[in-house]
């Protein structure tokens, strides 16, 4: 008999091979859709928002859980690992809607604050500085900040209060869908877990985010890595390749080894990211000329280039500019302006050194660890794909 799952070809009369988690994740939000459209007229634009999130991801969560599940000869059937493969996208897409829902109440602070303090004062400066500054979205480089349906807040209420129900929701889901993949019992367990300690991870690491993008003065680059160690690293990279071996069965000891080279993996990403984002990549910075897409020239991102820029010489050069962007768009000339402090600080320079580290330990790890071949070969080559500049 053909195994099939409840999100994706039951009751088709199709095959279950011809489904791939990105249809089981379609399948899981179109269901939960229609059940909010009959609870409740309305509802059901919540879940269509989480479902335009997750479109607008790159999909890296399901691939890393398949790169890790397909080497290792105990998976289950295909329904399964779709299921899987979904459920940490759909976590990816919950913690994109978390962030997104600090960022929205950060930017109604700033404005209340600008509101209440004479316009062009030095104190409306700073208020719209420290309060506007929460990072929207930790690891946006996959995910979609800001992309809301036209009219779909207007129509509901308080964006950043639907946003955050959105994520709640999509969190949820992330559960249920391991809890009715069918996955054997033992590997539920340790999956839930793996789970559970990415949103423990995740959770340290948006209040990290916070207080490093609220900061009024420099603070130790470390923090800053910290905060993309938690927030981003492990709850997007090292937790989807540790379920992956989990559910094919791997041992333990490439579990532990393959949770070192998630992290590194992550590490190395989003660095990477400022990186392009500081030489004018267009995957890094969106829309050429858009100083407001690139994650290192905004005010309300933790990123590690911009924290050593201020720890230096031209640490008020780096602020005027973070606090000009709170207030409006920044131009062309203000872009320029802002590369070339990553460049004469040193920062770039810097974090590009961090890659090679992050990359140096994966691969390192890698070599130690006698992993199956054709897993090493594709995150080696991932890698060299990810973090070129």
């Given amino acids: 008999m053909t195994p099939t799952s409840s999100y994706t070809s039951s009751g088709t009369g199709r095959r279950s091979q011809e489904f791939t988690p990105t249809s089981a994740l379609r399948g899981f939000l179109s269901h939960s859709g229609r059940r909010a459209a009959d609870l409740s007229p309305g509802y059901e634009r919540v879940w269509e928002h989480i479902a335009q999130i997750t479109d607008a991801g790159r999909g890296l969560q399901q691939e890393l859980v398949m790169t890790s599940v397909e080497a290792y000869p105990a998976r289950p059937t295909r329904p399964v690992l779709n299921a899987v493969a979904a459920s940490f996208e759909l976590l990816h897409t919950a913690i994109v809607l978390r962030a997104d829902a600090d960022g929205l109440r950060g930017m109604a602070r700033a404005a209340h604050a600008a509101d209440r303090v004479p316009s062009g004062s030095p104190q409306q400066h700073d208020d719209a500085a420290v309060q506007g500054a929460i990072a929207p979205a930790p690891g946006a480089v996959e995910g ?20 955050s129900a959105a994520g709640d929701l999509a969190l949820t889901g992330a559960y249920r869908l ?40 420099p603070v130790p680059h470390d923090k800053a890595l910290d905060a993309i160690r938690l927030a981003i690293a492990v709850p997007c990279y090292e937790a989807p390749l540790r379920a992956g071996a989990v559910l094919g069965g791997a041992p333990t000891a490439h579990v532990t080894a393959l949770a070192t080279i998630g992290r590194s993996l992550g590490v190395a990403h989003q660095l990477t990211g400022e990186l392009r984002a500081a030489a004018g990549s267009p995957d890094a910075a969106g829309e050429a000329g858009s100083a407001g897409a690139s994650p290192v020239l905004t005010p309300d991102r933790c990123t590690v280039a911009g924290v050593l820029v201020e720890a230096g010489d031209y640490a008020a050069e780096w602020q005027a500019l973070r606090e000009r962007a709170v207030r409006q768009p920044l131009g062309d000339d203000d872009v320029a302006h802002a590369r070339d402090l990553l460049d004469r600080s040193g920062a770039a320079r810097s974090v590009a050194r961090m890659v090679d580290t992050a990359v140096r330990r994966a691969k390192d790890t890698m070599a130690a660890t006698d992993l199956p071949p054709a897993l090493a070969q594709s995150l080696i080559a991932w890698l060299e794909r990810e973090t070129a500049v």
């Fill in 144 to 163: 979609a900040s800001g992309s809301n349906p036209v009219g779909w807040a207007d129509r509901d209420g308080s964006r950043a209060d639907l946003t």
């Fill in 178 to 217: 391991i809890a009715t993949s069918r996955v054997p019992e033992t590997r539920m367990l340790r999956l839930l877990e793996i789970l559970d300690e990415s949103v423990f991870h995740a959770a340290a690491g948006e209040r990290l985010v916070a207080q490093v993008a609220r900061r009024t003065q």
